[in-house]
């Protein structure tokens, strides 16, 4: 099911995680507490947006790096409905993509609960005090999905390449220590958070 991202708590601090990534290393928040910026991207293996977008975002990290950006991926899918989503099949994908940032596993749903991710991909892009600056798609790109068109949602192909000039025009401006007007800020769309039996909010 399409889902946009709910663009809340802008200024608000990064919610702390532990989580391991598809090494079986602990992640932590403070880990990465030098780096002037920090793009928390949910994603999963499955959704054909996040497929989409993927070779540039990994592109986009390793360019951004030496800048000071520091990008994590988490997939907090409950997996019973797509299997692949599941934490080995997460370690097969981070290896398939050569992933150029950790990428982890948020089994209990809690970290996204946190973060009030709500759809794959869904981007939150820090300061270097760790506030909110930016909650918004990568770029105008999507890939064509397999439903018909929805009364008032925006047409999921766009025959546009996949730039990321909305997260490359944040990052700079973050980097450069600009803010970014909420008003300048397009909802991330995509596939819906698996939420488990019993967990899932009532924006899921």
Known sequence: MLRFSRQLDYGQPAPDFALPDTDGRIRTL???AGKKALLVAFICNHCPVVLHMLPSLCDFAREY?????????ISSNWPDEFPEDDYPHMQAFAKEW?????YLYDESQDVALAYNAICTPDFFLYDGD?????AGQYCPSRPKLPHP??????????DLPVTGEDMRRAVDAVLAGRSIPVEDQTPSSGCSMKWQPGKDP???
């Open 30 to 32: 403070a880990e990465f």
């Open 149 to 158: 068109p929805l009364p008032g949602v925006p047409p999921m192909r766009t």
């Open 130 to 134: 760790r506030n909110l600056s930016y």
């Open 98 to 102: 050569d992933l150029p940032f950790p």
């Open 65 to 73: 790096a030496p800048k000071g950006l520091q990008v994590i991926a």
């Open 202 to 204: 009532w924006w899921g």
